[in-house]
DNA sequence: ATTGCTATGTATAAAAC
DNA sequence: TGTTTTATACATAGCAA
């Protein structure tokens, strides 16, 4: 779309993810609401974006559940009003659990973008900004990188040819 | 949209209803995913149709409530009338929900992989397998990149003296 | 950070099958 | 009823301010 397809990923520069995030959220609600109208669905549509700040859409007969409030307010803290005390602990518990599961994706999407701009580096993009010795370490890691392809591009040859002769 | 323009107020022909909701269905399905993906969003979407079928997207790592109030939707009544109830659907909720996380994590490391994977190959690493047109291409970018090294490393210190003079 | 622009890619209404 | 096609409207990525 726009000035140029995209891949569908987790956009990496967090500026661009943040206006993307902006534009489509507002193209989703809308969708949200003609389909609702045009076709008398009941629709239920709930984004939460990296700012933690949530948008909703509900169609008119429905009603979005005070949990749902309820969540946005306390923020994870407790999951549930008094109504609903007897699950409680077991929601807690759940909540404790997942938790750790969060973690683990924030700490390997960390690596994925620390590994993504150390792929830019070599590629020879977002250099600008590095200090010299930086970019002497990388000029280094490429020339080695270059002598192996090299040196496997000169004998890769000679043994695919012999595997062919088996 | 498409032949002709439409104004957004309920299909009357419920024919057309039903072939126009089956198609933004999709694309408002589609759309959440994108979203979901592109920009790290939580998103919870339910729809259901004039035929009391219905359609959810949910994100990965998304908010317990939204799930909850997903599947007291789909069940079409209050997830705390009976306690035994209650702990049923959590139960399997906890699975599904966990399940989601998982699958994020999953789909992470992939990704984390191939990068490492085509960092090991830049730097000439676990180059014996590969093809001659790998080997080529990665040549190329090698070359690139050290290009762009030479090059920045070359009026980069230019720049860096004439800083260093402010 | 937000807004507006616009070239381009997508979604889709209507038709045709 | 569903699927495919096509012309058109819409959404939006990349910029610029």
Redesign the pocket.
């Known amino acids: 779309?726009?000035?140029?397809?995209?891949e569908i990923k987790r956009?990496e520069n967090?500026?661009?993810r943040?206006?993307?995030y902006?534009?489509?959220r507002?193209?989703?609600l809308?969708?949200a609401k003609?389909?609702s109208v045009?076709c008398d669905a009941k629709v239920s549509l709930v984004i939460f974006g990296n700012n933690g700040k949530m948008h909703e859409f509900c169609s008119s007969s429905t009603s979005v559940p005070a949990v749902l409030d309820f969540y946005q307010k306390q923020a994870g803290k407790k999951l549930w009003d008094a109504k609903h005390e007897n699950i409680c602990l077991l929601t807690s518990l759940h909540y404790d659990f997942t938790q750790n599961l969060n973690n683990e994706i924030e700490r390997i999407k960390k690596e994925n973008d620390n590994m993504q701009i150390e792929l830019r580096h070599l590629k020879g993009e977002d250099i600008t900004s590095l200090p010299i010795p930086d970019l002497m370490r990388l000029e280094n890691a490429l020339e080695n990188g270059l002598d192996s392809i090299r040196q496997r591009k000169a004998n890769g040859g000679v043994q695919d040819a012999q595997e062919e002769c088996m």
């Open positions: 779309m726009g000035r140029g397809k995209i956009i967090a500026n661009n943040n206006v993307t902006t534009k489509r507002n193209g989703l809308k969708k003609e389909i045009l």
